[in-house]
């Protein structure tokens, strides 16, 4: 059974992206850093419809902790499918930004994507065969004020996408990014008025974690094995 790790799946999309890779037949490990106890209700729940999970716990910036981590996961075998959708925002106009904010911002997301990815690919390319999917944003797109730090953070995986990509192409493995615009979520939660929803999104709702988890499921299967390195929006057609 191929093995999936999924960052911050003790959140909205991570927990749609664990439950989708489930039924599609993986065994999951839903990740958590500080929900630890969400993260092993949710693989509880899938185990008890059918499906193959373990919960782990760390924190994706600390280096060394998520390496003991994963050297645990990867002494049971290569995980081969790993989504990098960890992350945080911690917003505020460039001006008033504290250094704090820009760095743990960066840490957890584009050096969190490495901390995490680095260590999977040498057993992930031992078997021709992977699925590198890491969470991006609108933000990195279009910009998004008071979100210099989000924005550089995300777009910063786009360039680790595509160069990634280009390095294990020839190994079977894709690499993409997934970049969402206004997802119902903990993360948007008191953050968009209905009225901004409506003025921002031509669809004029905001889009469910399903959604986004349905991207991530196809991308992550066979059938998506000749997309790579690429930026891939969902966001009713706000750019
Ligand atoms: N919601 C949106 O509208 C939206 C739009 C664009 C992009 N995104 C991106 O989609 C991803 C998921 O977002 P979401 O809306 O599902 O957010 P969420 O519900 O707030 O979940 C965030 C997840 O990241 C984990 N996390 C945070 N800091 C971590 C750290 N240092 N180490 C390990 N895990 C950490 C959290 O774990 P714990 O809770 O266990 O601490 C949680 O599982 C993020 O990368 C986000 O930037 C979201």
Redesign the pocket.
Known sequence: MIRALV????????AAVCRRLAADGRHVYV??????A??ESLAAEIVANGGSAAAV?????DRDRTQAALRKLLGDGPIQIAVN?????DDAVMPGMRPEQWSRVID??LN?FFNVTQPLLMPMIGTRWGRIIN?????ALAGNRGQTN?AAA?AGLHGATKALALEVASRGITVNAV?????D????EGVFAKEAIEKFVPMKR?GT?QEVADLIGFLASEQAAYISGQIISINGAMI
């Open positions: 960052t911050g799946g003790s959140g909205g999309i991570g990740h958590a850093n500080s929900r630890f969400r993260a716990a760390f924190d994706v910036a959708n960890a992350g945080i925002h957890v997301s969190g969470l991006s944003s609108v933000a989000y995300k970049a969402p615009g206004i997802i979520s903990a993360m948007t905001a974690p």
